[in-house]
């Protein structure tokens, strides 16, 4: 496409650095054979380049850690607390903070204060804890993303577009009076990081406008949403990040955010949101879950991190070297001609175990297994998104996705290109002797979310 694209050259230098372990073959197969070939048992000290997820595994600046410092840890009204309302309203545009934890402590709030047992919530796809929140408080999910986000192959450029018909159906079908809200993810994270569009957005807003439901954003990587769209949608080219993030939120009423993302932090989270009433209630529950309303589970020196976070991850040259990593990783691999889903998402590639290992049934688990090999040639630590994942249905059977994918996810201003490129010969390495490979048994399986915990012993 873009044959003269510039440089996404890190736009920071190194002061401090943390020294990782770099193993043998052998001691990874040790360190695998003991974590029953799962990725999520390893310990991290044996993993070399790790790229399980990119959550709360940022590299903060000198900036962040100097306020680290400023952390006033007063129980009631910590002056910290203050600063990142500040930055909540100047960049988000809500009027009213309640700090959290993470993002599923807002997760929980919102639900509680919006959702009656029997009423329904529609989002585009879902999100593992978004949904369990909306359940616990009596509500049903509905998926009403656009089909291309469940394609692989589809090069569609805002997979995580809301599809208005589905959206129109579920209101003709329950009535909008048991439709509290519908809930936005920007990026849509287990579509792939794939963006929604600011046309989109406004045009889901203009129907629940018209039939009084609520937008509740899940503004967890929302910067890196507004990238995607000052790159992709028209009339944006020329916008700031902090413009478009800034209208993004306007067509919602309020945000959960997982800070562990977007923000440069290892902890923390907020609820925002315009309306006085919910705000109230939300600040009452708070108290209850996690910590007075102005700390919310967390230290002074927490909030203050991440209010300067939000300062840092707005920036045009953060964004756009965030991004371009990825998108670098991504690129070579499709130049290999190794199979990962397309387009390119914000916070990882992912790469097709079906069509890497053809031979392996789905219950000989490729992407776990893929997951494992990749371990073995390199001490890389990536996660399996497949049949593990998916777990059983009702009846006990094991849910079998169209998907069977392996996640690469970078954490933000953590590794540098080199270890980009060695990542990409890792995979080359292991797609040339692709057909050496075979397959796993699962020899423990635990009961909730197994994928977290279960055991696979090697097929040969
Ligand atoms: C991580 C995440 C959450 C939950 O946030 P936690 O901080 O992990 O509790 C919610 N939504 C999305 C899209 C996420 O990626």
Same mark, same amino acid.
């Given at each position: 496409m873009s044959s003269k694209k510039r440089s996404w050259a890190e736009p920071y230098k190194i002061k401090s650095v943390e020294l990782i372990k770099m193993t043998t073959l052998e001691q990874r197969k040790a360190a695998l054979a003991e974590a029953g070939y799962n990725t999520f048992l390893l310990k991290s000290e044996d993993v070399y380049i790790d790229l399980l997820t990119d959550s709360g595994t940022n590299a903060m600046s000198d900036y962040q850690w100097a306020g680290m410092m400023l952390g006033d840890e007063a129980y009631a009204g910590s002056k910290n607390y203050y600063n990142l309302e500040k930055a909540v309203q100047k960049y988000y545009g809500y009027k009213y903070l309640v700090p959290t934890h993470q993002g599923r402590g807002a997760e929980n709030l919102i639900s509680r204060v919006l959702i009656k047992p029997g009423d329904f919530v529609p989002g585009n796809m879902y999100f593992t804890t978004t949904r369990a929140h909306q359940e616990l408080a009596g509500g049903t999910f509905v998926d009403v993303i656009i089909d291309e986000a469940h394609d692989p192959s589809s090069l569609h450029p805002?997979?995580?577009?809301?599809?208005l018909n589905k959206l129109q159906a579920l209101i003709d079908k329950v009535g909008a009076k048991k439709i509290p809200y519908i809930t936005i993810g920007a990026t849509v994270n287990l579509a792939g990081g794939q963006p929604i569009s600011l046309e989109n957005l406004r045009a889901v807003r203009a129907l629940c406008l018209k039939h009084g439901i609520k937008v509740v954003l899940d503004a967890t990587r929302a910067m890196e949403n507004a990238y995607f769209i000052q790159q992709?949608? $028209?009339?944006?080219?020329? $916008?700031?990040l902090a413009e478009i993030l800034f209208e993004t939120c306007s067509y919602s009423d309020a945000a959960t955010m997982s800070g562990k993302k977007d923000l440069l932090v290892n902890i923390g989270g907020f609820l925002a949101v315009n309306d006085w009433d919910i705000f109230e209630e939300a600040r009452n529950l708070v108290v209850l879950f996690e910590g007075l309303h102005t700390y919310g589970g967390l230290a002074g020196r927490d909030m203050e991190a991440m209010a300067r976070g939000i300062e840092e991850a707005i920036q045009q040259d953060h964004m756009q070297a965030r991004i371009g990593q990825v998108e670098y990783v991504g690129e070579k691999l499709i130049e290999l001609g190794i199979p990962i889903v397309r387009p390119i998402g914000g916070h990882a590639v992912f790469l097709d175990a079906k069509a890497f +290992?053809?031979? +392996? $049934?789905q219950l000989e688990f490729p992407a776990q297994t893929l997951a494992a090999e990749l371990y073995l040639e390199s001490g890389i630590r990536s996660m399996e998104r497949g049949v593990v994942s998916a777990g059983r249905n009702k009846a006990g059977e094991h849910n079998m996705p169209k998907l069977e994918l392996v996640r690469l996810t970078f954490p933000r201003r953590v590794y540098t290109q080199a270890h980009c490129d060695v990542l990409v010969e890792s995979v080359e390495s292991l797609y040339s002797r692709r057909h050496e490979i075979h397959g796993l048994k699962m020899i423990y399986e635990p009961k909730y979310l197994r994928f977290f915990q279960a055991r696979f012993e090697p097929l040969k």
């Open positions: 805002f997979k995580g577009n809301v599809d992709r949608e $028209k009339g944006y080219a020329d $916008k700031s +290992l053809p031979q +392996l $049934k």
